[in-house]
């Protein structure tokens, strides 16, 4: 398993990154839910702030699945075939969620952060599950690319979020 052993420091730092990450979005969002003007629809706190989660989520899944000692490669390829199946699964549910809401009207920047960049960052994962076998190099790479893919997406819309209930729902 040198393959793996080879990407160890990537996901010790990915996923440190997105274990803090997550710690800081719930901080963030307690302080936010405190605020007396800032009163969040439920619905499009699931649209847009719970995605965020589950990215970061994602990450440190996959960062402890590659960084465990596998003696062959079927286990992880499966688990990360399985994360990429359910993120795909899971980017048709905001989908669905984005056009039900009513609170905000999507721009395309939240069209691409929150549906597009996810479908093709769990798509590669799954993808590079079943490439793993015949090109496990290469099939690592797209991993790594995911993975980053989603720590960038998460990173992106956390700061969205911040940004739009510091300054657009503190005018209101």
Known sequence: MRALAAWQNFYVIVGSSAGALIGLQFVVLSLIANKPTARVDPETGGTFSTPTIV????????AAILSAPW????SPTLLCGAVGLTGVAYATIVTRRMRRQTAYQPAFEDWLFHVLLPFAAYGILFASAFAAR???????FGVGAAVLLLLLIGIHNAWDAVMYYVFLKRQD
């Open 134 to 140: 015949p090109h496990v190099h290469e099939a690592l």
């Open 71 to 74: 003696e062959a490669l079927a």
């Open 55 to 62: 990215h970061f989520s994602a990450v440190l899944t996959l």
